[in-house]
Nanobody, 112 residues
Framework: QVTLVESGGGLAQAGGSLRLSCVAS?????MAWYRQAPGKQRELVAG???????NYADSVQGRFTISRDSARNTVYLQMTSLKPEDTAVYYC?????????WGQGTQVTVSS
């Protein structure tokens, strides 16, 4: 069983920055951030795996950075140059023992 706890969401102005954190209850090989805007499907934002290999959605490439602190079982999502279209609930995701785990979500709202 894995528990994920997100924090760091909130309100930002366009062009601003926010950093999200996700603390896992155990060490996880592959973690990711997803987001879901109202009326839209949940989409992958960024992922990180072994060797700190990362991947990003085209829409956030160059603006968002995913990283992790393995000693703290924590994954971060640094978001810069925020746009109103980044407004969504952001979810932390972990895959462990062939099961998918999700955090409770944290709201990010970007005003124009």
């Amino acid at each position: 069983q894995v528990t994920l706890v997100e924090s760091g969401g909130g309100l930002a102005q366009a062009g601003g920055s926010l950093r999200l954190s996700c603390v896992a209850s155990r060490s996880i090989y592959a973690m990711a951030w997803y987001r879901q805007a109202p009326g839209k499907q949940r989409e992958l934002v960024a992922g990180i795996a072994g060797g700190d290999r990362t991947n990003y959605a085209d829409s956030v490439q160059g603006r968002f950075t995913i990283s992790r602190d393995s000693a703290r079982n924590t994954v971060y999502l640094q978001m810069t140059s925020l746009k109103p279209e980044d407004t969504a609930v952001y979810y932390c995701n972990a895959i462990w023992a062939n099961s998918n785990y999700w955090g409770q979500g944290t709201q990010v709202t970007v005003s124009s």
